[in-house]
C-alpha cells in the first residue's frame, strides 16, 4: 500500500495537478489528497498551503479547539454547515498537527 503513496507523490513532484493525479491513478481527488496529507505528516517535502488558505487554516483550529478534537471530519464538515471541503478539513488538521 506505500506504493501507492510513492505513486501519488512521484506526480506531485513533477508538479501535475490534483485532478490529472487522480484520473491517472483511478482515484478520487480526495484520495489524493488524503495520500499527500499522509506523505506530509511523514516528512515528504509537500506545500500543503497550497491547497488552503490560512484563513480556512485558522478556521479548524478554532473548531478543533470548540469541538474538542473530535477523531473524526464529519464533526467539522457539520460545524461548517457542509460548506468547507472535506478535504480542506484533513489538510488543515494535518498542518495544524505538524506544527
Known sequence: KSDTYLITYELYQIQR?????????????????????RLYTEG?????MQFISNADVDKVRIAKEKLNNPPALKPYFEYFNETM???????????IEKE
Open 44 to 48: 515528504k517535502n509537500i506545500d500543503l
Open 17 to 37: 495537478p490534483i485532478d490529472e493525479i487522480a484520473e491517472e491513478r483511478n482515484l478520487k481527488s480526495i484520495t489524493v489528497f488524503s495520500h499527500l496529507a
Open 85 to 95: 471541503d472535506y478535504h480542506k478539513i484533513r489538510l488543515a488538521l494535518t498542518i
